[in-house]
């Protein structure tokens, strides 16, 4: 199924693309009530930035290849997790 083929899906791909360079967001900012298919949906839409979208506790599901593209954008880190207090965009942007 195309990832943009109903309009909950279209709205996960539309809030994905809305995050800044150098910015993050979690993928219950994305959709509160369905952070797995926010996963789900990163997963099979092309062309996202899909390393924007961390875990709650700023945790990266795609490891060193997520890290190493957020800190090229300018992503600051705390040890192995992002740093959600300076680098995650409110959920209501």
């Known amino acids: 199924m195309e990832a943009t083929s109903d309009p909950r899906r279209a709205q996960i791909v539309e809030r994905v693309r809305a995050i800044p360079e150098g910015f993050v967001r979690t ?5 509160p009530r369905a952070p797995r298919l926010v996963g789900h949906v990163l997963a099979t839409a092309q062309d996202l ?3 924007r979208v961390v875990r709650a506790d700023g945790s990266l599901p795609k490891g060193t ?10 992503v600051p880190m705390r040890g192995a997790r992002v740093d959600l207090r300076e680098a ?3 959920p209501d942007l």
């Open 27 to 31: 993928y219950g900012d994305i959709d």
């Open 49 to 51: 930035p899909w390393h």
């Open 65 to 74: 290849t997520q890290r190493e593209r957020l800190l090229r954008e300018g």
């Open 88 to 90: 995650r965009l409110p």
